[in-house]
């Protein structure tokens, strides 16, 4: 059982499993290129399915569209090509309302 302590809220959780991480093949392939990314296209979202990069793309949409194009309805990762990436805050995940990987 784990808690975690928020401010007001004193969130309770049970892992039942341990869920094996995700993308692992292609962020090792995105760090390998960030460098090169960052010199070439800083700012714009890298595609990788496992170690296959597919390309940078401005948006987001034209990077989640090239993906469905080439490999179709599978997960691959669309990464920002940033120096430092800001961490996403999602309350509703924290506070138990939305379940991520479920």
């Given amino acids: 059982m784990h ?3 928020l401010p007001g809220f004193l969130v309770r959780s049970t892992f039942s499993r341990m869920v094996e991480p ?3 093949e292609e962020l090792t392939a995105f760090e390998q290129r960030k460098q090169e990314l960052l010199n070439l296209c800083e700012s714009k979202f890298a595609v990788f399915k496992g ?3 597919l390309g940078v793309f401005d948006t987001p ?3 989640y569209d090239a993906g469905l194009n080439k490999w179709g309805n599978v997960a691959f ?3 920002p090509v940033v120096k430092e990436e800001k961490p996403q ?3 509703a995940l924290y ?3 939305l379940h991520a990987g479920t």
């Fill in 77 to 79: 990762l669309i990464k």
């Fill in 61 to 63: 949409q034209a990077a």
């Fill in 22 to 24: 995700r993308f692992t």
């Fill in 89 to 91: 805050q999602i309350p």
């Fill in 51 to 53: 170690s296959e990069f």
């Fill in 3 to 5: 808690f975690c302590r």
């Fill in 95 to 97: 506070l138990g309302l």
